[in-house]
């Protein structure tokens, strides 16, 4: 249990659950890296079934690096959100008043194989999380969706009106949709609600340092590390999955947007807290509003990385859309956010952070 007055003697803590992945691990670094935030203690929680640690260290090679960088400590917890009773445990020892929800499992072919897996972590993870939140007193969440609850696109580019949940190609895709209609009622149900679902269009790229990046677990399934792998000469070459859409050059257009900028809207959206008058539900997207084909992004790769990208075309991947992209204004009316960084910035430190580490945090 929590001492008594802990809210008095805790420093104000941030959980951030998933923290030690792919943009978890830049949302904290973001964080720590703002003198702003020095208020806040950061707490993350994650289980590592997709983040690297060296044998011999207690924290994840992101966490540990992160430290290093910014000389802040980060507490972790190695544990599943289904862990009702461990979680309870971390919001009793420390003075948690927001959570940033990363913690999911996010690949969308395997989702269709293992329904239940993905339905298990995603979204009874998430009741889980949100239940222990509940008991603490605890509402306000900022979680991470994806421009996928939109489906196929009735026109572009996507604002937050357009519907939702309809015609989605996997029960990835149904988590995240599900998840916020769970949020939605959470909010009818109790104006302390206060949530912010940030929706995400393409994360690629890595910290201008060079030192935390992408690191996915057996053959990528995105399109920027696989380029990245096969420009480092881990893989042959890049399967492109039709090119014979009707876009620009046949190829897929999507909006990509630098894990940096992403981090940073995460980070404007916990000011929005402070303003007693927010409350509610509020989908955010976030993404650059413009959109690049697959091989206009393996071009920009290769100018970044001096290297030549192996590819040859195939048939299209089943669930992919010819294109999509953003209407990037609700972020910058609420959250004064917008993307800053272009394709060449995003090739340039995906290229850094995989040619420094051609087998991503092994290396480390
Ligand atoms: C995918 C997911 C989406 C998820 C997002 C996370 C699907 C159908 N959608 O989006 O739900 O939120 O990742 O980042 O998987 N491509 C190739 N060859 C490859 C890989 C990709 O040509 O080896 C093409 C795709 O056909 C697409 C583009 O590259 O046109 C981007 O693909 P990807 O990086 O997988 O992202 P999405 O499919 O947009």
């Known amino acids: 249990m929590k001492p008594q007055n802990a809210e008095s003697i805790m420093a104000p803590a941030i959980l951030v659950t998933g923290g030690a992945g792919y943009v978890g691990s830049h949302t904290v670094m973001s964080m720590l890296e703002r003198s702003e935030s020095v208020e806040f203690e950061i707490v993350v929680v994650d289980n590592l079934s997709n983040a690297y640690r060296s044998e011999g260290q207690k924290k994840p090679a992101p966490l540990r690096i992160i430290e290093e960088m910014t000389g802040k400590n980060i507490h972790f917890y190695e544990l599943d959100i289904r862990d009702k009773e461990g979680l309870d445990k971390i919001f009793a020892a420390h003075n948690i008043e927001c959570v940033i929800h990363f ?150 257009v999507r909006d990509y947007i630098h894990v940096e900028d992403l981090a940073e809207g995460h980070v404007k959206a916990i000011k929005l807290f402070k303003d007693p008058a927010f409350s509610g539900f509020h989908a955010i997207n976030l993404g650059t509003g413009t959109g690049y084909s697959v091989l206009q992004v393996v071009a920009a790769f290769e100018r970044a990385s001096g290297r030549r990208v192996a590819r040859r075309a195939a048939a299209r991947r089943a669930g992919d859309v010819a294109a999509n992209y953003a209407d990037a204004a609700r972020a910058r009316r609420l959250l004064a956010w917008r993307a800053a960084r272009g394709l060449p910035d995003m090739c340039r430190d995906a290229w850094n952070w995989q040619s420094r580490h051609p087998h991503g945090f092994r290396d480390c």
């Not at 480092?232 to 090119?243: H, I, Y």
């Open 103 to 252: 913690a999911a499992l996010k690949a969308v072919g395997e989702s269709v194989e293992k329904p239940l897996e993905y339905y298990q972590a995603n979204i009874s993870g998430t009741c889980t999380l949100f239940e222990v939140m509940r008991d603490h007193g605890v509402y306000k969440l900022v979680y991470s969706s994806s421009c996928t609850v939109y489906g196929e696109p009735e026109k572009l580019p996507l604002d937050e009106s357009h519907p939702t949940g309809r015609g989605l190609a996997s029960p990835y895709g149904r988590s995240k949709y599900f998840c916020e209609e769970i949020m939605k009622d959470l909010c009818k149900s109790d104006p302390k609600w206060v949530v912010i679902s940030l929706r995400y269009f393409n994360p690629v790229g890595a910290h201008h340092s060079g030192r935390i990046g992408e690191d996915p677990t057996g053959i990528p399934n995105n399109l920027m590390p696989f380029i990245a792998q096969v420009a480092v000469g881990r893989l042959k070459e890049l399967v492109v999955f039709g090119d014979d859409y009707p876009t620009i050059d046949g190829t897929g």
